[in-house]
């Protein structure tokens, strides 16, 4: 290998259709938050996960805030989340003056493990937040049971889940409002924008007020509570409906790279790939591995070594009760090992749209020279 390729970790492949619509709604002088492209993007979404209702957003993080707001969630409620996650699952807890508890995950999805939260439920906890990384389902059966039993809400964190299952339910579809993200890296994109999703009348039109500025349904400019400015513009669901259309072929080119980082990396000593279970469907939004001891090296030398190879990786998230963030929040100062061991030892492969067959090949000879197999 003379000449190494580059391999970004993620570029994002944009339609025909994105530059056309966003083209039309340019032309058609709809450029901000009312426009016939919102109300597609929102009706061709709902379709495609088969829910009733999907209100847009301006992001993903923004979509999990109006979640909350609109199930009254507030300062002296709890809310249980992973531990392992973005910042964008639990930034907005904070926002509605909530207090995130954090829940270990499951070595092997990575996900949130669901025995250990009926120990964190008390008096003041009102909804679960499972997230479904790296499009990984989170195992939802024990979730919404526990949720049942308990009466708590459940908001599901789907941002990187478009179009994955869970014993055939699409992701984001099962609890009580599904939150969605449209940022650059994700399986379809607005450029940055997010979407929230529910079957409950109730539910949406509050969500629908709240996004946009609460005004009161009966008097505008007359404000009974506090609403937010989330409204998406028209073209940034140009471009979404536009993404939209190819959903099916992203989630199989994001399955085909899967299938080809599995065949290519098997049976290097030390390197975990993901687990493959038979009852969900992972849509790979990232291809994430785990750098066990017997492998030869420490992650971060392995890391360094791809990059000299021209492979760009992305480390894991960090545990979040090890932010600084919550340094004062008495659920951080409990220890999650699992969530701790994958923070140090997972990294992710280049997993963009736009992987062809022959970076996928360099990435696992690369792989497999460091490793010296
Ligand atoms: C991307 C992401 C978010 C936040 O979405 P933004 O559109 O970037 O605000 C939230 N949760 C998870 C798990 C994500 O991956």
């Known amino acids: 290998m003379t000449s190494p390729l580059k391999v970004p970790v993620n570029e994002p492949v944009l339609t025909k259709e994105a530059k ?4 039309e709604a340019m032309e058609s002088g709809w450029i901000s938050s009312a426009g016939k492209y919102i109300e597609q993007f929102e009706a061709e979404f709902a379709a495609f996960l088969g829910v009733k209702h999907a209100v847009t957003t301006t992001s993903g993080t923004t979509a999990i805030h109006l979640a909350l707001a609109t199930l009254n969630i507030g300062p002296g409620d709890e809310v249980i989340v992973p531990d392992f996650t973005m910042m964008g699952s639990i930034l907005p807890v904070l926002y509605c003056g909530a207090t995130p508890i954090f829940v270990d995950a499951k070595p092997e999805t990575f996900n949130i493990d669901p025995s250990l939260i009926e120990k964190k439920i008390t008096k003041k906890t009102k909804a679960i937040m499972p997230v479904h990384l790296y499009g990984q389902s989170a195992d939802m059966d024990p979730i919404l049971a526990i949720a049942k ?5 459940v908001v599901e964190d789907a941002a990187e889940a478009h179009g994955a ?3 055939g339910c699409l992701c984001g579809s099962m609890g009580d409002i ?11 994109t607005t450029g940055e924008g997010g979407m929230l999703v529910t079957n409950d009348d109730q539910l949406v039109a509050r969500a629908r007020t709240l996004k946009d500025l609460a005004h009161s349904p009966q008097k505008r400019f007359w404000h009974e509570e506090m609403g937010f400015n989330y409204r998406m513009t028209n073209l940034q669901a140009a471009v979404g409906l536009g993404q939209l259309k190819h959903i099916d072929e992203f989630i199989k080119h994001k399955q085909w790279m899967a299938d080809r980082y599995r065949e290519g990396l098997k049976g290097i000593k030390g390197l975990r790939l993901p687990a493959v279970k038979k009852d969900s469907l992972n849509v790979y939004w990232m291809y994430g591995v785990l750098v066990e001891e017997s492998f030869p090296m420490a992650k971060d030398e392995l890391r360094a070594a791809l990059r000299e190879k021209g492979v760009d990786t992305r480390d894991f998230f960090y545990s979040s009760a090890s932010q600084p963030l919550f340094k004062d929040l008495p659920s951080a100062k409990e220890s999650f090992p699992v969530s701790k ?22 990435v696992c000879s690369a792989l497999r020279e460091i490793a010296s197999i």
């Open 165 to 167: 299952t869970y014993k």
């Open 178 to 188: 599904g939150c969605f993200s449209f940022y650059a890296n994700k399986i379809i």
């Open 149 to 153: 039993k308990h009466n708590l809400y």
């Open 20 to 23: 056309q619509y966003v083209a």
């Open 341 to 362: 061991m994958l923070s140090e030892r997972g990294f992710y492969l280049p997993s963009g749209l736009a992987l062809t067959e022959e970076q996928v090949d360099y």
